[in-house]
């Protein structure tokens, strides 16, 4: 069951440049637990978007199973939505940015959707390159089923009851890097300053781009030997830089701490700026940023941030040489140019 959330036009809402305001990028009413903090990622999603100024029609939100599925039907009610299968998510989104690419992509998952059962799908939507945000809302439990450890649970950890998690754990972001995704970033529910900057660059980026947020369960992981607990997250957290996205054309005000400032300009003519807050970090290195995580992943700290970034991967639709017209706006006979132009492909595959 959802529940509608009242429109209520009030007079002097601030809008944004396509005249609308926060409130038309809210979605219905969330029926998670009190506190989740996959609601926090829905409010930072509302505002990367709003601020973003992207139509409601131009976006598609698409999920797989678990409570993280849950929250495409909490944020822009306008915009085109689909609800796939368990860990089949990548696959609706590969079909539906390739039948439009003129869309905008946000694909939400929870670690056990993209770790466990979409494992083998997270690999190739990372390969292809789609053109899509894929967030991943990582509590380390399955939370529909109860609370079980999930495929990110760090060993060690214990659960709800004191059970000791045995396992290594599948490390979302490490594994991205490694396998060659051209943006990965890593933040938590309960960081709104670092988390909007970073959804509203992982949109602007022109390819896969994975973003892994810490998102405590409330009801099953939330207690004292839970390494993605509020307490936990908070006191272990460790930024690696600090980013912020500066739109083409656009003016934003921003205030920066000291430190060195270092800009990438994206090809779509936006720029990340990022400011080194850790001399030995450069997240245009995989090498690097796969080392530095494992240097901080043994003392037991988070690192958050963008991670890593590859300007020079190019997207599904570049590595397919598909047409530039999208090909939901094709008609019948471009889409199908009958027998004679089959024959003539094949052809070339002899």
Known sequence: MTFARPKINLPGQKVNEIGLALRDYEGSLSTLCAGCGHDSITAALVQALWEMSIRPEQLIKMSGIGCSSKTPAYFVHGAHGFNSVHGRMPS????????????????VSGDGDSLSIGFGQFGHVIRRNVNMLYLIENNGVYGLTKGQFSASADAGSTSKKGEVNQMQNI??????????????????????????????AAIAHPGCAVLDVVSPCVTFNDHEGSTKSYAYTRDHKLRAVEADLISPRAEIKASYYAGDTHPVRLHDGSTILLRKVDPDYDPTRRNNALGYLERHRSRGEIVTGLLY?????????????????????????????????????????K
């Open 92 to 107: 609706v989104a590969t079909g539906a940015l390739a039948g439009n690419r003129d869309l905008v992509g946000i694909g």
């Open 309 to 349: 970034i590859d300007q020079n991967v190019t997207d599904m639709h570049s590595q397919s040489r598909t047409t530039a017209m999208p090909l939901k706006a094709m008609d019948y006979e471009r889409l199908n140019p009958g027998s004679e132009a089959l024959r003539e492909l094949q052809k070339g595959m």
């Open 171 to 200: 490390n979302a972001v490490a594994t991205a890097i490694s396998m060659g995704a051209s943006f990965v970033g890593r933040s938590f529910s309960g960081d709104r300053e670092q988390l909007v900057p970073l959804i509203k």
